[in-house]
């Protein structure tokens, strides 16, 4: 049974940084590329970041570029989002999702799909 879990959010003041993570299991990581989302009240379910299996090609929202890092560890069947200055505006759900088909995830097409985590960042 494959299982994702996210856990690393949080509340933290604007300008502040947090770090995602998010581990699977029931599945042989280093085959899935692995992404996070997010979701707002009121809106739209938008993609943040997605990572390719071997860690070669990376994907960022316009929004957290040059703010936000992705990485994985494939040891330990992690994958981490960085996430550095943050703003009000980043307030959200985060979902960590795994596809073995990068394009697909970075559509935001997964067939597996984490709980997800609570980020809130104050102003």
């Known amino acids: 049974q494959v299982q994702v879990v996210e856990s690393g959010g949080g509340l933290v003041q604007a300008g502040g940084s947090l770090r995602l993570s998010c581990t699977a299991s029931?599945?042989?990581?280093?085959?899935?590329?692995m992404g996070w989302f997010r979701q707002a009240p009121g809106k739209e379910r938008e993609g943040v970041s997605c990572?390719?299996?071997?860690?070669?090609?990376?994907y960022y929202a316009d929004s957290v570029k040059g703010r936000f890092t992705i990485s994985r560890d494939n040891a330990k069947n992690t994958v981490y989002l960085q996430m550095n200055s943050l703003k009000p505006e980043d307030t959200a759900m985060y979902y960590c999702?795994?596809?073995?088909?990068?394009?697909?995830?970075?559509?935001?097409?997964?067939?597996?799909w984490g709980q997800g985590t609570q980020v809130t960042v104050s102003s």
């Open positions: 999702a795994a596809d073995t088909n990068y394009y697909s995830l970075v559509a935001g097409i997964s067939n597996y």
């Open positions: 029931g599945l042989t990581f280093d085959d899935y590329a």
């Open positions: 990572i390719s299996r071997s860690g070669y090609h990376t």
